[in-house]
């Protein structure tokens, strides 16, 4: 017949004796002191190797390291743009009844930089009109040289301006600038002709100043500002009033109020105001919803 063999402690008078007890025995048998602690480290390692080949998952918890799924690039709703005979310093390509004009190129960083801008334009001015927090995240799209970048970069010592441009000379020239300046929260970022490659709601404003009227893929590139934008941030557009005769800027490179908002609706910003207190352009705000709509991907 078998017997059952049996471990067990006995708390006695602050002693501590191991009885082992056998069906056979009459009596118990005491052990050397030194045998239970002997004993007693080996059932709890034994038991915790049991314990943790049941749960394989918190033997190696230690060692599990959280990463995050790498986001799926945004990828634009194509837009049905119509063509026709180009114009001069245009492109012949047509959105929302407005034809697209030439890029101007990395060539044109004098331009950009001349000494008359801050009278024709009063770009001091019209960074004092952009509403950030000390912490925003910014992009300055179509930066180019980092005219406005620069000007940017001290109303947010806690935050970022991003230079988004789709030329790698602009990049390279805005990368360089910020080394030389010592300024230390700009960097420069080359994105493409349909997007500012910017992650989901990774930015608080952005602002363009004469660059969207030459965007060879506006519907597509506004999608992806709106992906990038938080809800409720702002879209900061400067454009050369088109309603102006003298304005002396070639009729491709101006932008009319009205059709400015209209584009922008399109793709579901917000119209919030227009200022005019530049002397030449408009300062035109735009939100983002808290709610996303369905962009428009046809004329």
């Not at 602050?14 to 048998?29: E, F, G, I, V």
């Not at 927090?133 to 179509?142: K, L, M, Q, R």
């Not at 009227?213 to 506006?218: A, D, Q």
């Not at 919803?289 to 369905?294: D, N």
């Amino acid at each position: 017949m078998a017997h059952r063999f049996y471990i067990f402690l006995e708390i006695e008078d602050c002693n501590t004796k191991l009885l082992c007890h056998d069906s056979r025995m009459a009596q118990p048998r005491k052990f050397h002191s030194l045998v239970v602690p002997l004993i007693l480290v080996v059932s709890v390692a034994v038991a915790l190797c049991v314990f943790l080949n049941v749960n394989p998952a918190l033997a190696q918890s230690d060692k599990k390291v959280t990463k995050e799924k790498p986001e799926i690039p945004f990828s634009p709703v194509a837009f049905k743009y119509t063509k026709r005979e180009p114009s001069r310093d245009g492109t012949g390509k047509i959105y929302m009844d407005r034809e697209i004009s030439l890029v101007m190129g990395h060539t044109g960083i004098r331009w950009l930089e001349r000494r008359t801008r801050e009278r024709e334009e009063n770009p001091t001015r019209a960074v004092q009109g952009l509403q950030l927090a000390p912490n925003a995240v910014i992009a300055d799209i179509g930066s180019g040289s980092g005219y406005y970048t620069f000007r940017i970069a001290p109303l947010v010592p806690k935050g970022t301006v991003i230079g988004v441009d789709i030329q790698p000379e602009m990049v390279r020239f805005l990368s360089k600038k910020s080394k030389q300046l010592g300024v230390t929260n700009v960097k420069s970022h080359l994105g493409k002709i349909d997007s500012i490659e910017l992650k989901a709601q990774s930015i608080d404003a952005v602002l363009l100043v004469d660059a969207y009227h030459e965007f060879s893929h506006p519907n597509e590139m506004m999608q992806s500002v709106f992906h990038a934008l938080r809800p409720k941030g702002r879209v900061y557009l400067l454009e050369y009033r088109a309603e102006d005769p003298k304005v002396p800027i070639k009729p491709l490179h101006k932008m009319t109020e009205a059709q400015s908002i209209k584009e922008m609706k399109a793709v579901g910003f917000k119209h919030v105001r227009t200022d005019k207190f530049l002397p030449w352009q408009h300062f035109m705000i735009f939100e983002k919803p808290l709610l996303s709509v369905k962009p428009h991907t046809s004329p």
